[in-house]
């Protein structure tokens, strides 16, 4: 498996992001792709780190959404290759339109740091097969801006079309349904405001992250079995 | 040169965390007339006058300025007079 992180100015993500790649499942390749860069065609998986891109100056993931590499991360999203975006990303991705819904400020108002139970809703994504449905996680979240927000309509049809990833274990930040990451459609591109990439060593507080690469990996090796 | 007002509020209904604060403080402070309090956006843009200038200024809010999910926009053009 090729994967790709997509670096930003403001990318604060992207070492751990490139550790949990590099260190923990046997990808061929792990590149840091700039944000310049022209195209993500030659990755099989392509993941957008937490941080600030662009500095949040605008709005969350705004400017970030018009740098160059993204048109071709929307049509690498559009042909099924697995993008996975945390925090940031999310946020990018949102901006993007790759997933519905907006982000707003944290209920309280309050920037947070600090390791979260997380549902797994749908154990059924190439993001989340390693995991049990219903298991809980302990996954860190950290930001100020991770209050998701989307319209009736498009909230019953995540819940009807089990869209909904993960959820967070109690009211964290005012997010409808207690949302914590959510896929397209097709279930290919999930945006999750906690770090998977954070929770991968108990050494440092869980490793309940782990089995999300690991997930992505496994979903990459059955779709691409050499057959001989 | 025309001097464009951008103005970006939440939608209706979306919840405003920030004018909520803003507004238990002026209670707070004792102005008790003061019911709901929304937090917005200004933004001003000095631009190039042209044919298009309300389309562009239009697409800009769409495009990028405002988050058409959760926020509304409104806007206002001042041409500035010559001297």
């Known amino acids: 498996m090729k994967a790709a992180v997509i670096v930003f100015p403001g990318s604060n993500c992207d070492m751990d992001m490139y550790h949990a790649l590099t260190d923990f499942i046997d990808a061929e390749t792990v590149d840091l792709v700039p944000h310049t860069a022209a195209s993500v065609a030659a990755y099989d998986a392509i993941f957008l780190p937490g941080g600030f891109s662009y500095g949040d100056y605008l709005r969350s993931g705004a400017i970030a959404r018009f740098a160059p590499v993204i ?67 302990r996954i860190p979240i950290a930001h100020g801006e991770g209050n998701y927000e989307c319209d009736e309509t498009t909230y019953e049809t995540l819940k009807a079309n089990n869209r909904i990833a993960f959820t967070y274990a109690s009211d964290v930040n005012g997010s409808i349904g207690n949302i914590a990451g959510i896929t397209n459609e097709a279930g290919n591109v999930l945006g999750m405001m906690p770090h998977p990439e954070r929770a991968m060593e108990k050494l440092l507080g869980s490793e309940d992250g782990r089995r999300l690469f690991t997930s992505v990996y496994r979903h990459w090796r059955d779709t691409h079995a050499v057959t001989t | 040169m025309i001097n464009v007002h951008v103005y970006i509020t939440l939608k209706e209904g979306v919840l405003d965390p920030q004018g909520q604060a803003v507004q238990r403080s002026l209670v707070a402070l004792g102005y008790d007339e003061v019911e709901t309090v929304n937090v917005g956006k200004w933004l001003k843009l000095e631009i190039a006058d042209g044919p298009d200038v309300e389309a562009r200024v239009e697409q800009m809010c769409e495009q990028l300025l405002a988050n058409p999910v959760i926020e509304n926009y409104t806007y206002t053009l001042e041409r500035e007079e010559k001297v």
């Open chain 1, 71 to 137: 048109p071709s991360v929307i049509t690498e999203a559009k042909k099924g290759k697995p993008v996975l975006g945390v925090c940031n990303g999310f946020q990018i991705l949102l901006e993007a339109d790759l997933l519905p819904g907006a982000m707003k400020r944290n209920k309280h108002l309050k920037y947070m740091c600090r390791t979260v139970d997380v549902n797994v809703e749908n154990a059924d994504t190439c993001f989340t097969r390693a995991y049990e449905q219903g298991e809980r996680l």
